[in-house]
């Protein structure tokens, strides 16, 4: 694979990476929450690459935000030493391996039931208490309790195990929802304080909300993690334009079938099948007309028949994904250009961490 002058000639498919769009989307974020007077803490699993974390370190954030133990211990073995887990963590297994990242790193977990918070309080000790946040389900229907008073009761249960720490409260809403946010997290405070328990973070997150961030007053941490890319998706909220969108996908023309259909070689092991909503797979930059209609595992399907001039085969053109997320987890390197000559190349080095 050619991996000198422009990124055109590589060998594809292949994610590029500007990264000149990398750090200004990093400075405008972070930007952004120092005027909103938040604590910044991305969730790396848009990249899952160290060295764009530590910029988003060196930028202002305050840490990390990781899914899973394994994802996150490759990013306390590079030096990050203060890292956010909201997820669950169940099972004696995946409870030693918390344990072990937990002597490495200022490390803070959620919990959402007293079954999780049983098998943090066996595992950890009194003489180094775990960092416990409880995850609130303040509309999004995913994980979380149900209500202030289950908050406040889990709260509560959290303080009373020595080998716990009760730090804060922890959601992951609806887009666009910081109104029941700010209510769930403000009765929830009042019987808190009512409890006598001090509550140190309010965390709140998600990309398609993120600049409306401020709206959620009582908030003074915010996660997101896209934005170090942007994606189709976030175009369509109005967060960015596709100039803004530091990821492309580098797909070759193989076939030309009929006149009013391509195909690439990017399939869904490369180019993501989320839909997030769209009809299609993929904003293709060099053709805006055209249309992916489809993916089997190798081969993407384009439908031409707006497109005035179309491609021939052997020819590379750009991608940008629905959700690039995804697309990160599926490759082991991404190469990274600065306005389209080829920089270097970096691992993905949390990909396939999933436990």
């Given at each position: 694979?050619?991996?000198q002058?422009?990124v055109?000639?590589l060998?594809?498919p292949?994610?590029?990476?500007?990264?000149?769009?990398?750090?200004?989307?990093?400075?405008?974020?972070?930007?952004?929450?120092?005027?909103?007077?938040?604590?910044?803490?991305?969730?790396?699993?848009?990249?899952?690459?160290?060295?764009?974390?530590?910029?988003?370190?060196?930028?202002?954030?305050?840490g990390?935000?990781?899914?899973k133990?394994?994802?996150?211990?490759v990013f306390?073995d590079?030096?990050?030493?203060?890292?956010?887990?909201?997820?669950?963590?169940i099972?004696?297994?995946?409870?030693?391996?918390l344990k072990?990242?937990?002597?490495?790193?200022?490390?803070?977990?959620?919990?959402?039931?007293?079954?999780t918070?049983?098998g943090?309080?066996?595992?950890?000790?009194?003489?180094?208490?775990?960092?416990?946040?409880?995850?609130?389900?303040?509309?999004?229907?995913?994980?979380?309790?149900?209500?202030?008073?289950?908050?406040?009761?889990?709260a509560?249960?959290?303080?009373?195990?020595?080998?716990?720490?009760?730090?804060?409260?922890?959601?992951?809403?609806?887009?666009?929802?910081?109104?029941?946010?700010e209510?769930?997290?403000e009765?929830?405070?009042?019987?808190?304080k009512?409890?006598?328990?001090?509550?140190?973070?309010?965390s709140?997150g998600?990309?398609?909300?993120l600049?409306s961030a401020?709206?959620?007053?009582?908030?003074?941490?915010?996660?997101?993690?896209?934005y170090?890319?942007?994606?189709?998706?976030?175009?369509?909220?109005?967060?960015?334009?596709?100039?803004d969108?530091?990821?492309?996908?580098?797909?070759?023309?193989?076939?030309r079938?009929?006149?009013?259909?391509a195909?690439?070689?990017?399939?869904?092991k490369?180019?993501t099948s989320?839909?997030?909503?769209?009809?299609?797979?993929?904003y293709?930059?060099?053709?805006?007309?055209a249309?992916?209609?489809g993916?089997?595992?190798?081969?993407?399907?384009?439908?031409?028949?707006?497109?005035?001039?179309?491609p021939?085969?052997?020819?590379?053109?750009?991608?940008?994904p629905?959700?690039?997320?995804?697309?990160?987890?599926?490759?082991?390197?991404?190469?990274?250009?600065?306005?389209?000559?080829?920089?270097r190349?970096?691992d993905?080095?949390?990909?396939?961490k999933?436990w």
């Amino acid at each position: 694979m050619a991996q000198q002058g422009s990124v055109f000639s590589l060998t594809t498919p292949a994610v590029l990476i500007d990264e000149i769009i990398v750090d200004k989307n990093i400075a405008r974020v972070q930007k952004y929450m120092d005027e909103a007077g938040l604590k910044a803490r991305p969730h790396i699993k848009t990249h899952k690459i160290p060295e764009f974390a530590k910029k988003q370190l060196a930028a202002g954030a305050v840490g990390i935000t990781c899914q899973k133990i394994s994802e996150a211990q490759v990013f306390a073995d590079a030096g990050i030493n203060d890292i956010l887990l909201t997820f669950n963590i169940i099972g004696e297994e995946k409870l030693e391996a918390l344990k072990a990242l937990h002597n490495q790193i200022t490390l803070t977990v959620v919990a959402d039931s007293t079954h999780t918070v049983d098998g943090l309080a066996k595992t950890f000790s009194a003489e180094r208490p775990l960092r416990v946040m409880v995850e609130c389900d303040t509309g999004g229907q995913r994980c979380g309790v149900q209500t202030p008073r289950e908050a406040t009761e889990l709260a509560q249960y959290i303080a009373e195990q020595p080998s716990l720490k009760f730090v804060g409260l922890m959601t992951y809403p609806m887009p666009n929802t910081e109104d029941n946010v700010e209510a769930f997290f403000e009765q929830t405070a009042g019987l808190l304080k009512q409890a006598g328990l001090e509550c140190e973070i309010f965390s709140t997150g998600g990309s398609p909300s993120l600049f409306s961030a401020e709206r959620t007053t009582i908030a003074n941490e915010y996660r997101a993690g896209t934005y170090i890319y942007n994606d189709r998706s976030l175009v369509r909220a109005g967060h960015c334009g596709f100039d803004d969108c530091a990821m492309h996908i580098l797909t070759t023309v193989v076939s030309r079938p009929t006149e009013s259909r391509a195909v690439l070689d990017a399939g869904s092991k490369a180019l993501t099948s989320d839909l997030l909503g769209f009809t299609d797979f993929g904003y293709v930059v060099d053709y805006p007309e055209a249309v992916i209609t489809g993916l089997s595992e190798e081969h993407a399907v384009v439908d031409l028949s707006a497109c005035t001039k179309k491609p021939e085969i052997g020819e590379k053109i750009r991608i940008i994904p629905n959700h690039t997320c995804v697309v990160s987890n599926l490759m082991d390197n991404i190469y990274v250009h600065k306005g389209g000559e080829f920089d270097r190349k970096l691992d993905v080095a949390a990909r396939g961490k999933v436990w």
